[in-house]
């Protein structure tokens, strides 16, 4: 069994989060030694966390001191200040190494948190480490440049979302990626936008769905769903969910359920939160809607909404796997997307409940297609079970093996 350092900037609300809690939990019930670290003090699912796996913040004092509440007694803080030396270190590592690039990959922030996670290899000595999104990335690949000299654990790079070629961070990705001991991407979508924009070979990317425990998402729908459309027996409800931010177009949802409402009763919720509150709220005033949306905010159990709506819509820009098409299934509701990059057409494989990204009239249509159909909850669990946590453990038991054992695939100099 393998020691594991799972890195991820915070355990704030969010679907990488919880999905890093997953696979915390599932190695660990494997019988492997699992440290969760973070650089925030931040965890909003605490009941989520596995009691196996050892939880570490790397931070400065002052962000400690404003901790959740529940950090007390379940993380051990470390400070971790570095040397200036080992300051000296890296930057003379990354000068040498990346001529004309490093000064910009250099910004104080990043410095800070390679230190603290080097100081935390020093101390652990894990086998592996995982890195995900990116400020954690940026961190672990600083912090193997202080430790080139000595046994530094291979450092996996987890892709979360689609890669835009010729961004700074396909830019800056191309320049870390060179030294990672392998990639895991979250979907076949994820796969081919990060080997196009990074120029990564397909065979060093594991493609590793995101797992979803369903069995536990299928405990949790059983709970009622403490909302009055659900259980007062007027028109079907339509069901998003996820941040209120712009990538999640819910904008178009919005629009494309007044359309479906022109042909067939019906009523919308939206459950989360985020900064487009306000725009959303004022477009289902302006399209005199208000009698027919519901957007409550954040649930702690968005999947007793899920086994009670007739639809689950997901209107998203661009998505890495799209979690909660997957979740939506598990509890036997139908689901329709936007044919947006990443992993949702992975996930219902059925152009019919497919419609262009930013299209209402289209998606509108997709919606009134699955509305009218008659498809049996089996057949919709059938579809979220390739995606659930086993067979996802499973994929990263074996990458962790080839990894100790030496068997990943060579990597340039």
């Known amino acids: 069994m393998a020691h594991i350092a799972v890195a991820i900037p915070s355990l704030g609300i969010g679907g990488a989060e919880r999905t890093v809690l997953t696979v915390a939990r599932g190695l660990a019930a494997r019988g492997h030694a699992v440290d969760l670290v ?20 790397l931070c400065g004092r002052r962000k400690w001191e404003e901790r959740s509440p529940d950090m007390d007694v379940l993380a051990q803080w470390r400070e971790a200040r570095a040397s200036l030396m080992q300051g000296a ?30 100081r935390y290899v020093e101390r652990e000595k894990p086998d592996i480490l995982f890195a995900n999104l990116r400020s954690s990335e940026i961190a672990a690949f600083h912090a193997a440049r202080i430790g080139r000299s000595r046994a530094f654990p291979p450092v996996v790079p987890v892709a979360h979302g689609v890669e835009t070629p010729k961004s700074r961070r396909a830019r800056r990705r191309r320049i870390f990626f060179r030294s990672a001991a392998q990639i895991v991407a979250v979907s076949h979508g994820v796969s081919e936008s990060i080997s196009l924009a990074t120029d990564v070979p397909k065979e060093r990317i594991s493609i590793i769905y995101n797992p979803t425990d369903i ?3 299928r405990r949790r ?29 819910f ?40 009698a027919h949306v519901s957007l409550p905010g954040w649930v702690e159990n968005p999947y007793a909404f899920m ?43 059925d ?27 089996a057949s919709l669990r059938a579809k979220a079970s390739p995606f659930g946590a086993e067979r996802a453990i499973d994929r990263y038991d074996d990458l962790i093996s080839r990894l100790l054992a030496g068997h990943e695939t060579e990597r340039p100099a």
């Open 351 to 377: 152009p019919d409940l497919l419609a262009p990204v930013g299209d209402a009239r289209a998606l509108a249509r997709a919606m009134l297609r699955a509305l009218s159909r008659k498809t049996s909850e």
């Open 215 to 217: 069995p536990a998402v």
């Open 251 to 290: 904008p178009t949802l919005v629009e494309a359920f007044r359309h479906v409402l022109a042909e067939r009763p019906c009523r919308l919720v939206v459950l989360g939160e985020g900064p487009m509150r306000a725009e959303i709220e004022d477009r289902v005033r302006g399209l005199g809607l208000d």
């Open 38 to 57: 973070l650089f925030i003090p931040q965890l909003a699912y605490p009941g989520e966390l596995p009691t196996a796996a050892r939880l570490f913040v």
């Open 89 to 118: 270190k890296l930057a003379a590592g990354l000068l040498r190494d990346f001529p004309g690039v490093a000064p910009v990959m250099l910004h104080r922030r990043a410095l800070e948190r390679a230190l603290r996670l080097h």
């Open 307 to 349: 086994a009670r709506a007739a639809l689950f819509v997901l209107s998203s820009r661009h998505e890495g796997l799209g979690n909660v098409l997957v979740e939506a299934l598990a509890c036997g509701c139908p689901a329709v997307s936007t044919d947006c990059p990443g992993g949702p057409a992975e996930i219902l494989r």
């Open 221 to 249: 729908a059983e709970e009622a769903p403490g909302h009055p459309w659900f259980g007062d027996g007027g028109p079907p409800v339509v069901l998003g969910a996820g941040r209120l931010v712009p990538v999640k177009e």
